[in-house]
C-alpha cells in the first residue's frame, strides 16, 4: 500500500525492508539513501523493519530509489505491516545448529581428518557466506563496520588453517544477528497483537438484508450488526440495541463497560453480552486501534536523547578498532594478535542498547492503554520530577451535580435554575451540562438567549428578553462593576470551605443567586497521588477554580502545592517559570483544553483520549482511559527504561574495553575472542526482553 502525501512534487513512501539484521544495517541505507539527489529525508524504523522516505518525484522515482538499496544489499517493498519472519527463523537456526554441530564434531575429533581435511571448513563456508555477503555492501556504501571486521577475521584465520576459530566467528556472528533479530521481534509483539485485534469482516445490515462484507467495503453511515462474543469491527455509535463491551485492546481496562444507545464504540473491542447495530464512523487506518498503530509504528522509530552517546561510540569505534589492530600488530608482529583484535571488537551491543529498551517499553504500554509518542517522550518521563494536574475531569469525575441553589432578595430556587440555564444554554462545559441537568429536573422551558459572550476562565454575559445575566465568578463580577454583599460572600465562604464550586448569577446589575456545584474527586486519586510521592515526584494542581475549593480537594488527596484561578496561558507560564527553576514537569490533561501547558512541559500526558483525535495528538503521552493509575506505572516504566538503557550501553563499553584490551595483550585466542564478541549482545538482548515481561 502507498501511503505518499501529495504536496505538488513531494511524497511520503513506507516500504519493508529486507536484509536489516543489525542497528548497523539501519544506519547504512539511511545514510546512502539521503545521498540520492530527490530524496529528502529517509527513516528506518528498526523494529517494524520499514523504511519512510520523503522524496521529489520529479527528480527520483521509487524503482530508483529501489535499486539505490538493492547494490548495499537492501530488497525495498511497499509496506503492508509484516509479521514475524517464522520460516526465516527456522532456515537461521538450521544454519547455525548445522555450524554448531560441525564445529562441536571438528574440535572432539569424533570425526578423523580424510587426507588432511577439517570438517570445520564446511562449517566455515555454511557461516561465511552472509557475513561476507553484509561486508561486500558495507565496503560498496563506503562504510567499514563489524561485519567487514569479521570478513578480514575469517578470511585471515582460515589463511593461517585455523579452521575452528573461523568456524566459531560465523557461528557467534549469526548467532548474535539472530539473537538481535529475534528480541526485536519480540519487543514489537505487542504491536503485532494490536494489528491483529480487529476483525476483517463485518455483518452489515443494508436494505433489510444482512450482509458479510470485508472491512474494506464498509461506508460511512453503514449500519453494523454485532453480536455476544464477536468482535466490534468499526468505530461508531450504538443505535439499538445495549451491550457490555470488553474495552481493554483499546483503553487497557480490566472490567467491561456498559454501552447503550448514544454511546461510542471502537474498532477491536469485544462485545461480551448483547446484540447492538452500530452506525459506522471510521474504519480501516481511521479507526483509534488504527491510529494507535500508526502512534506505536512512529514513537518505536524516534531516538531517544540518550541514544547519542551511543552514536558517538560507535562513530569513534570503528577507527579507533582499526588502529589498535594496526598498532598490537606493530608491537607483536602476530597477524593472529591483530586479527583478534578485530574479533573480539563488538559495537552492536552499544547500538543496541537504547532501541532494544525503547521498542519494547513502548510495545508493552501500547498493549496496557499507554501510548508514549517516542523514546525521547519515554526519556524525558524517566527524569520528571514534578507533575502538574489539572483538577477537573482529571482529578476529579468531570461529572458536576448541583447540590445547591440560594436565592437573594426574594428569588426561588426555580427562578435562579432558569436564569442560569438561559446563560449556559450555548455551553458545552461540564458545569453548563450540570446547571442544564437542574433545569431539566425543574421542568423548565429554558429559553434561548438574543446573544452570548463566553469569558474563558471567568463565566457567560447574555442578553435575554432585555435582561443582562451574568453567570461566574467573583472576577467576573468585579470587572462589571457588580456588588457582592456581605451575605452572599458569607454564603460562598461557607460552601467553598467544604471543597464545593460556586458560580454567582447577576442580572440586571445585582447579585440574585447563588449556584453550588460539587465534582467528587476520583475514588483511586488519593492511593495515586501517595505512589507519586513515593517515586519522588512533587505533585501541583493547576486550576482554574476557586483557591478554596482547590484546596480542599487538594487537602482530600495530599497534593503539594495548589494554584488556583487560573486561564490556560497562565498554567502554561507557571509550568515555563518550574521548567527555568530547574524542574522537570509533566503536566496531566485533557489534551484539548490544558493544550499551552501540554505543549510548553517536558511532557504533556493527555487522559481519557479513546476515539479523539484531537487529544491523540495533543499530547506527547495518550491515555486511552480515565484511569490515574497508568501514571505512576508509565512512570516507572520510563525509569525503568532509562536504567536499562544506562545499563545496556555500561555493558557494552566495558566488555569492548576489557576484550579488545585482552585481545591486544595476546591473552584471547581467537576462538575465545569470537566468544566474546557474543557475550555483549545477548546480555543486552536479555537485559531489554525483561522490558516486555
Known amino acids: 500500500m502507498d501511503k505518499s502525501i501529495d504536496k505538488t512534487t513531494e511524497c511520503r513512501t513506507v516500504c519493508e525492508l529486507d536484509g536489516l539484521h543489525c542497528a548497523d544495517c539501519a544506519d547504512r541505507i539511511e545514510k546512502v539513501l539521503s545521498t540520492v539527489e530527490g530524496v529528502n529525508k529517509t527513516k528506518v524504523n528498526f523494529a517494524a523493519k520499514t523504511l519512510t522516505i520523503d522524496y521529489d518525484k520529479e527528480k527520483v522515482s521509487i524503482d530508483e530509489i529501489k535499486e539505490t538499496a538493492k547494490k548495499i544489499g537492501y530488497n525495498l517493498r511497499l509496506h503492508e505491516r509484516p509479521k514475524s519472519g517464522t520460516k526465516k527463523y527456522v532456515l537461521d537456526l538450521v544454519r547455525i545448529a548445522s555450524i554448531g554441530v560441525l564445529m562441536f564434531l571438528s574440535w572432539t575429533n569424533l570425526l578423523p581428518s580424510y587426507m588432511g581435511f577439517d570438517v570445520s571448513v564446511i562449517a566455515v563456508a555454511l557461516g561465511a557466506y552472509p557475513i561476507l555477503k553484509d561486508a561486500f555492501f558495507s565496503l560498496r556504501a563506503k562504510e567499514i563496520d563489524v561485519s567487514v571486521f569479521m570478513s578480514i577475521a575469517i578470511i585471515a584465520t582460515v589463511l593461517l ?109 469485544i462485545n461480551e453480552v448483547g446484540v447492538i447495530q452500530v452506525r459506522v464512523e471510521r474504519t480501516g487506518d481511521d479507526t483509534t486501534i488504527g491510529r494507535i498503530i500508526q502512534l506505536v509504528e512512529e514513537a518505536q522509530a524516534g531516538k531517544a536523547p540518550i541514544q547519542k552517546i551511543a552514536d558517538r561510540f560507535t562513530t569513534y569505534f570503528t577507527p579507533l578498532v582499526l ?72 482529578l476529579t469525575i468531570n461529572k458536576p451535580q448541583v447540590i445547591d441553589v440560594k436565592g437573594f432578595d426574594g428569588h426561588s430556587e426555580e427562578e435562579i435554575i432558569r436564569l442560569a440555564a438561559t446563560a449556559e444554554k450555548r455551553s458545552e462545559h461540564p458545569l453548563a451540562i450540570a446547571i442544564m441537568k437542574k433545569a431539566e429536573r425543574y421542568g423548565i422551558n429554558v429559553p434561548t438567549p438574543d446573544n452570548s459572550k463566553i469569558i474563558r476562565g471567568k463565566g457567560v454575559i447574555v442578553k435575554s428578553n432585555g435582561q443582562r445575566i451574568i453567570l461566574g465568578n467573583k472576577e467576573l463580577m468585579k470587572n462589571n462593576n457588580i456588588e457582592v454583599s456581605r451575605e452572599v460572600k458569607r454564603y460562598m465562604k461557607e460552601r467553598e470551605e467544604e471543597g464545593k464550586t460556586t458560580l454567582l448569577l447577576s442580572h440586571d446589575g445585582y447579585v440574585c443567586g447563588v449556584i453550588t456545584i460539587a465534582d467528587a474527586p476520583r475514588k483511586n486519586a488519593k492511593e495515586i497521588i501517595a505512589e507519586l510521592k513515593k517515586l519522588g515526584i512533587k505533585t501541583i494542581m493547576l486550576t482554574g477554580d476557586n483557591p478554596r475549593t482547590a484546596r480542599a480537594i487538594a487537602n482530600q488527596l495530599g497534593i503539594d502545592e495548589v494554584i488556583a484561578e487560573m486561564l490556560p496561558e497562565e498554567k502554561a507560564n507557571k509550568i515555563k517559570e518550574l521548567e527555568d527553576s530547574g524542574q522537570r514537569v509533566a503536566m496531566l490533561g485533557d489534551g484539548i483544553n490544558d493544550a499551552p501547558a501540554l505543549a510548553q512541559a517536558t511532557v504533556g500526558i493527555a487522559m481519557g483520549a479513546a476515539g479523539t483525535a484531537a487529544a491523540m495528538e495533543a499530547a506527547d503521552i495518550v491515555l486511552m482511559a480515565d484511569d490515574l493509575a497508568k501514571i505512576p506505572e508509565i512512570i516507572r516504566s520510563g525509569k525503568k527504561a532509562i536504567g536499562t538503557i544506562k545499563q545496556n550501553i555500561t555493558i557494552g563499553i566495558l566488555f569492548n574495553i576489557v576484550g579488545i584490551t585482552l585481545a591486544a595483550f595476546g591473552f584471547l585466542t581467537p576462538f575465545l575472542a569470537a566468544v566474546a564478541h557474543f557475550l555483549p549482545d545477548l546480555v543486552v538482548s536479555f537485559n531489554s526482553s525483561k522490558l516486555i515481561i
Not at 337 to 348: E, F, G, H, Q, R
Not at 352 to 359: G, H
Request: hydrophobic letters at 50%.
Open 161 to 269: 588453517r585455523e579452521f575452528l576459530s573461523a568456524a566459531a566467528i560465523t557461528f557467534f556472528v549469526l548467532t548474535a544477528w539472530f539473537v538481535e533479530e529475534f528480541t526485536v521481534d519480540k519487543s514489537r509483539k505487542a504491536i503485532q497483537e494490536i494489528m491483529e485485534i480487529a476483525p476483517k469482516n463485518a455483518l452489515v445490515l443494508r436494505d433489510g438484508k444482512e450482509l458479510l462484507l470485508p472491512i474494506a467495503e464498509i461506508q460511512t453511515n453503514d449500519i453494523v450488526i454485532v453480536r455476544s462474543g464477536e468482535k466490534i469491527p468499526v468505530d461508531g455509535r450504538i443505535i439499538s440495541g445495549e451491550a457490555l463491551v470488553n474495552q481493554a485492546p483499546i483503553t487497557g481496562e480490566s472490567m467491561p463497560a456498559e454501552k447503550n444507545s448514544g454511546d461510542a464504540v471502537f474498532a477491536g473491542t
Open 323 to 394: 588502529a589498535i589492530s594496526f598498532i598490537t600488530y606493530l608491537l607483536s608482529n602476530s597477524v593472529i594478535t591483530a586479527v583478534t583484535v578485530l574479533i573480539v571488537a563488538c559495537p552492536c551491543a552499544v547500538a543496541l542498547a537504547t532501541p532494544l529498551a525503547v521498542i519494547a517499553t513502548i510495545g508493552k504500554s501500547s498493549k496496557r492503554g499507554s501510548l508514549v509518542k517516542g523514546g525521547n517522550y519515554l526519556e524525558a518521563l524517566g527524569r520528571v520530577t514534578t507533575i502538574a494536574m489539572d483538577k477537573t475531569g482529571t
